[in-house]
């Protein structure tokens, strides 16, 4: 079972007034407000980088926020603050956060495209 299944993520297509919306729901709304391919994949080279025992990508610049959540690489994983960025809200374990960064760049560029009409 793959980090998507234990923590019951799934990606669904939503119509609203003619246009498609990619959402995901489990509790990843720090990964869903990243839209972007291009820092999807700088996210998940970073993570890899830092599997791999480089920290030279995080001690560069470990942000990895989004529009809901503040949360930076870390080399024992990737902690999600506060919204006063003063505590740790959540550690998420780097494999399992690049197998969620991996699931939603794949979903996003699964047709229909987000944003695109009906």
Do not use: C
Not at 46 to 59: K, L
Not at 78 to 86: K, L, N, P, S
Not at 89 to 107: A, M, N, S, T, V
């Amino acid at each position: 079972m793959n980090s998507l299944d234990n923590k019951n993520i799934k990606f669904f297509n939503k119509i609203i007034d003619g246009k498609i919306y990619k959402i995901a729901t489990g509790g990843i709304g720090h990964v869903q407000s990243i839209r972007d391919i291009e820092v999807l994949n700088k996210y998940i080279d970073m993570v890899n980088t830092t599997i791999n025992g480089n920290f030279i990508s995080i001690e560069e610049d470990p942000d990895v926020s989004s529009g809901y959540d503040v949360a930076f690489i870390t080399p024992n994983g990737v902690e999600v603050m506060d919204e006063d960025v003063a505590n740790v809200i959540e550690i998420i374990p780097l494999q399992e956060f690049k197998e969620i960064l991996i699931g939603w760049r794949d979903f996003l560029l699964t047709p229909p495209l987000d944003g695109s009409r009906v």
